[in-house]
């Protein structure tokens, strides 16, 4: 019997938990500040956008330190990344950690969707008893959290008085120690160069995924022969443009985004649309001489790529921290016309320069 | 870094502020600084349309049609005549959730 309950414990505490912390609701794990490599590892899979719903922490009241009834009381949402963040923030702490079900996603997106709300919020307080756990009546969560989050309905309905703290973990200390009084520099969303290159991945991923329907298409047009498909013509003529499309990802995926401020406009299409232009430039200088010959291959190139990377550069707008959704409506629907218009008129393109290829026109 | 120009739906009526200081608190741009008991508002464009000041105005002195920023949830919108979401809890899902 000693045994199994032994081996019961073992198993449910979480890898991240050293202890349990006793409160009147029976005891909750204390949480380590320190990352273990399972850690590591997770937060560079969630990165690459290996797993996204799976990497969870079950809801509820956490310990760091030895928390006490006038400690201070964390709110965080429950992807693991996010309460692997806080937690690494809080070393020499002692405070809950109140975490809610906001189905493994973090608490910008959440609270946005409004998992990470005003209702889980209330929930949760009233199913851990925190009113029973600590004595005082203030909880704190992240700044972004106050887009999903009406504090004044919460302190009705709860009585704990909702302060937003910084934007970011880090600073979670700081504003701690200055009495709970935020800077207007840890009450802002900064976007690094850093910030920017860690979101390329998820850009270049969906990029990548569409990338063999591009290639087909390519190989198809320029293989296509009245007597067949020939895979020597397909691949002579539709190396280059194969490359160029890996060249207009890698303008609107990643040199835009990671170039964001130094790139002339405020428009995102705009924007991927000069990089790509640039990427499209340099390569026909370099081997337009060899290869693209054909005039109306050029006019392709010129139409085609840059109109790409533009498009995957506006998809952007969705990892940024500063466009609303009034602009991106604004860019779309100038925009996306642009986009079907460009193809259109680039597969037109192809046709006739296939039917002069045949010698038909 | 600011976005488009003239585009954010933000409105803010100053005669209902309270001067709680709660939107100050909560805009992650600085758009609202305190001035002389109120809330007073910086610059426009910097606004992202999240809508934490509007959710957390008391007295109803700030409106903004918030929603996600996004090209990918957009587009996915107008395709299938729903709101606009980021794609978090699909599978692959849109960057807007990292």
Same mark, same amino acid.
């Given at each position: ?36 490599? $399972? ?27 030895? $928390? ?27 405070? +809950? ?25 209330? =929930? ?57 009084? =935020? ?51 397909? +691949? ?93 409506? =604004? ?31 | ?15 209902? &502020?309270?001067?709680?200081? #709660? ?11 305190? #001035?002389?008991? #109120?809330?007073?508002?910086?610059? #426009? ?7 934490? &000041? ?41 960057? &807007?959730?990292?």
């Amino acid at each position: 019997m000693q045994m199994q309950t032994l081996k019961f414990i073992k198993k449910t505490a979480p890898p991240w938990s050293n202890g349990t912390v006793s409160t009147p609701n029976g005891p909750v794990y204390k949480v380590s500040t320190d990352w273990t490599r $399972p850690d590591y590892w997770g937060m560079i899979k969630s990165r690459a956008g290996a797993f996204r719903m799976n990497y969870a922490v079950e809801p509820g009241l956490y310990a760091v330190g030895e $928390p006490t009834k006038d400690s201070d009381v964390l709110v965080t949402a429950n992807y693991k990344l996010s309460f692997d963040t806080l937690r690494r923030e809080l070393k020499g702490l002692n405070a +809950w950690v109140l975490v809610l079900d906001t189905k493994s996603i973090n608490v910008w997106c959440a609270a946005g969707k409004g998992t990470f709300g005003t209702d889980e919020l209330i =929930k949760r307080i009233s199913d851990t008893r925190l009113d029973t756990v600590v004595s005082h009546r203030r909880i704190i969560l992240p700044q972004l959290g106050a887009i999903g989050v009406n504090a004044s309905i919460v302190q009705k309905q709860t009585g704990f008085r909702v302060s937003f703290g910084p934007v970011r973990a880090q600073d979670i200390p700081a504003y701690i120690g200055a009495k709970y009084k =935020k800077t207007p520099g840890i009450s802002r969303i900064r976007f690094t160069i850093l910030d920017r290159l860690v979101l390329t991945p998820l850009e270049i991923n969906p990029a990548m995924k569409k990338f063999p329907w591009f290639a087909a298409v390519v190989l198809f047009l320029f293989g296509l022969q009245p007597s067949g498909i020939l895979f020597a013509h397909a +691949w002579h003529g539709g190396l280059l443009f194969l490359v160029m499309g890996l060249l207009a990802v890698f303008a609107g995926a990643f040199l835009t985004p990671a170039l964001l401020p130094f790139i002339p406009f405020r428009s995102f299409a705009i924007k991927g649309w000069i990089v790509g232009m640039l990427m499209v430039f340099l390569f026909t200088q370099v081997f337009n001489a060899i290869v693209l010959h054909d005039t109306i291959l050029l006019i392709v190139a010129f139409l085609l790529f840059p109109a790409m990377s533009s498009y995957l550069a506006l998809q952007f707008t969705g990892a940024t921290t500063f466009t609303g959704i009034s602009g991106v409506k =604004k860019e779309l629907k100038i925009g996306l016309p642009i986009y079907i218009g460009t193809a259109s008129i680039s597969l037109v393109l192809m046709i006739v320069f296939k039917l002069k290829e045949w010698g038909v026109v | 870094m600011k976005y488009l120009a003239n585009v954010t739906t933000l409105q803010y009526a100053s005669d209902k &502020c309270t001067g709680c200081g #709660r939107c100050v608190e909560v805009c992650p741009q600085g758009v609202f600084v305190m #001035r002389e008991k #109120r809330a007073a508002i910086t610059d #426009r464009d910097l606004c992202m349309e999240c809508g934490a &000041c509007a959710m957390n105005c008391e007295f109803g002195a700030i409106s903004v049609n918030s929603g996600v920023g996004c090209a990918t949830a957009i587009i996915n919108s107008m395709l299938t005549g729903g709101e606009p979401t980021c794609g978090c809890g699909d599978a692959g899902g849109s960057s &807007c959730c990292s």
